[in-house]
């Protein structure tokens, strides 16, 4: 069945460090989005990329979608301490329920000051 | 504006009682809805999602069971809760072409 795969788990970075999680799929993705859940709270939409190749930007935030729209990359440029977080990924596919998501199991960063 | 509502917020139950689990939404009609389970530290486990009125998909086999009364009204519910069943369970819509809004969720502790 559709899974998405999402690595690293845990990732630990200094202040100003770059971090970049990364999520795959076996089979060719719809669209793929990104959630992001501070500590103690609930995942909150980030984006939504659909496109082929397709890299959107949110101020430090670099998204991506592959060419092969099977896999696709969040990278932080520079993180702050309010980065800190898991980042989820979640995809959708042809065929499946509309709406229906495949959320990976999550980067869960930590960023020291 | 669209909003989710979901409570309670925390909630503690011993084994054996019933649980039941309110999500609305506001601002939309005919929204896709979920329910999700996230254990400690861990991912997000759909549990099931609604279409439409009457219309509940489950995923994983438990003793959880949702309903969905009204339009913008999904329920969780349980008859007898396990030990396993605690976890931080969360609510979401989507119009169904676009990113899911989640509810503020409620932690569920099962004594």
């Known amino acids: 069945g559709q899974q998405v795969m999402q690595i690293p788990q845990y990732q630990h970075v200094q202040e100003g460090e770059d971090f970049t999680t990364y999520c795959n799929s076996s089979?060719?993705?719809?669209?793929i989005q990104w959630y992001k859940q501070r500590p103690g709270g609930h995942p909150v939409f980030l984006i939504q990329?659909?496109?082929?190749?397709e890299v959107k930007k949110q101020k430090r935030l670099t998204f991506q979608f592959g060419e092969a729209k099977k896999n696709s990359s969040l990278h932080i440029t520079a993180t702050q301490t309010t980065d800190v977080g898991t980042y989820f990924c979640a995809g959708g596919y042809r065929g499946s329920t509309l709406g229906r998501l495949y959320f990976g199991r999550g980067t869960q960063l930590t960023v020291w000051p | 504006s669209q909003t989710i509502h979901q409570w309670p917020a925390t909630l503690v139950q011993p084994v054996g009682s019933p649980l039941s689990l309110e999500c609305t939404v506001e601002g939309t009609s005919n929204p896709n809805l979920y329910w999700y389970r996230q254990a400690a530290g861990r991912g997000l486990q759909l549990l099931f999602y609604?279409?439409?009125?009457?219309?509940i998909s489950s995923e994983v086999p438990q003793n959880l069971s949702a309903s969905r009364p009204q339009d913008r009204q999904f329920i969780l519910s349980s008859k007898k809760l396990l030990l396993s069943d605690s976890g931080f369970y969360l609510c979401?819509?989507?119009?169904?072409?676009?990113?899911?809004?989640f509810g503020s969720g409620t932690r569920l502790t099962v004594v």
């Open positions: 990329l659909v496109k082929s190749g």
């Open positions: 609604s279409v439409g009125i009457g219309q």
């Open positions: 089979t060719t993705l719809s669209n």
């Open positions: 979401a819509w989507s119009p169904g072409t676009y990113g899911y809004t």
